[in-house]
């Protein structure tokens, strides 16, 4: 079993590579379906649910 940090790290690192690779279908997988996700200014936007997070960052 892995620890808790190690997840928490592979999760981070799975989110880094996913943006960065614009790979949007394992973006998706990382959050769950009632996650928040709030972005401090100057971007200052808030999305809830998996759905919203997504359409705010996968483009149309």
């Known amino acids: 079993m892995i620890s808790e940090t ?4 592979q999760t ?3 989110f880094t590579d996913a943006i ?3 790979d949007f279908a394992v973006f998706r ?3 769950t379906p ?3 996700w709030a972005i401090d200014p100057p ?3 808030r ?3 998996v759905g919203a997070i997504a359409e705010g960052l996968i483009p149309s």
């Not at 190690?6 to 790290?9: D, E, G, I, Q, Y």
């Open 6 to 9: 190690v997840a928490v790290t």
């Open 12 to 14: 981070i690192a799975a």
């Open 20 to 22: 960065n690779r614009r």
């Open 29 to 31: 997988t990382l959050w």
């Open 34 to 36: 009632d996650a928040v």
């Open 43 to 45: 971007i200052d936007a």
């Open 47 to 49: 999305f809830s649910g």
